[in-house]
């Protein structure tokens, strides 16, 4: 496990932060390699419902450690890079992440497969893979052109500069932009609300959203036959219940 990714629990929620404040959070394999076992975490351990991602002081991450990159290039699925994109792009609870200063390269694709993004005012992104002569990654070059169309999105891709969060909020990259001194608390608050509600609803639900079918009657069936069994369910049953007895519901015994 690498020291420089710290990790906490707090009502359902894992809380993971890149603490590499004197590399700019830049990435490391072994930083990769917790991350991704915090994902594992995630998926077996049914107390914890959702994941909220950060960095510290002025920075989430400035993206790879070059050094270490250029030493440890990928070199197929099982690289530590690789293995982590499966793993954020894969994940069936949701995903919260709080940017609070430099996203850079990674730092702004693994958003695009996060469910929540909130980013302080002061929050800069950049993807300049073109400009390291290299090409876009995490699915960046399917995502953000059926995101935002293709010229804005080879804006991004192509020229590479920076933007702020207020464009990227503009573009659909983020969520909401907040006070800087308040996103970590708007983050926390919105992962805790994702924590009380029904455990399954919320990834049947995430699921539907990343399913692969783009028609919309063979969706609207896909949608179908899960609603009809949700109906039943005891989530379903507590949430009803709740409602008709004018209570918050308790999902905290499902799992």
Not at 28 to 57: C, K, N, P, Q, W
Not at 79 to 101: C, Q, R
Not at 225 to 244: D, W, Y
């Amino acid at each position: 496990m690498s020291e420089f990714i710290k990790i906490e629990q707090q009502d359902g929620v894992l809380v993971v932060r890149i603490d590499r404040p004197s590399k700019k959070n830049a990435l490391t394999l072994d930083m990769y390699d917790a991350i991704t076992a915090a994902f594992e975490r995630l998926s077996v351990e049914s107390e914890l419902r959702v994941m909220l991602l950060t960095g510290v002081e002025d920075s989430f991450t400035s993206g790879n450690d070059i050094m270490d990159f250029i030493q440890n290039p990928p070199t197929g699925e099982n690289s530590p890079v690789m293995k982590f994109l499966e793993a954020i792009s894969t994940a069936e609870k949701p995903i919260v992440v709080a940017v609070n200063g430099l996203a850079i390269g990674v730092g702004t694709t693994m958003l695009l497969h996060s469910d929540l993004v909130y980013a302080g005012k002061k929050a800069t992104f950049q993807l300049p893979f073109v400009n390291l002569a290299l090409v876009p990654e995490a699915a960046s070059s399917l995502i953000l052109p059926k995101m935002m169309g293709h010229q804005k999105a080879a804006e991004l891709l192509l020229l590479g500069d920076k933007f702020d969060a207020e464009k990227a909020e503009s573009l659909g990259v983020i969520t909401r932009t907040v006070a800087d001194d308040e996103l970590f608390d708007v983050a926390m608050a919105a992962a805790k609300n994702l924590a009380a509600k029904a455990p399954e609803a919320l990834r049947l639900a995430k699921g539907l959203m990343k399913s692969k079918t783009d028609n919309i009657e063979e969706r609207m069936q896909e949608e179908g036959v899960i609603f009809q069994k949700r109906l039943t369910s005891p989530e379903a049953l507590e949430a009803m219940t709740a409602f008709m007895e004018r209570r918050k519901p308790d999902f905290s015994k499902f799992d």
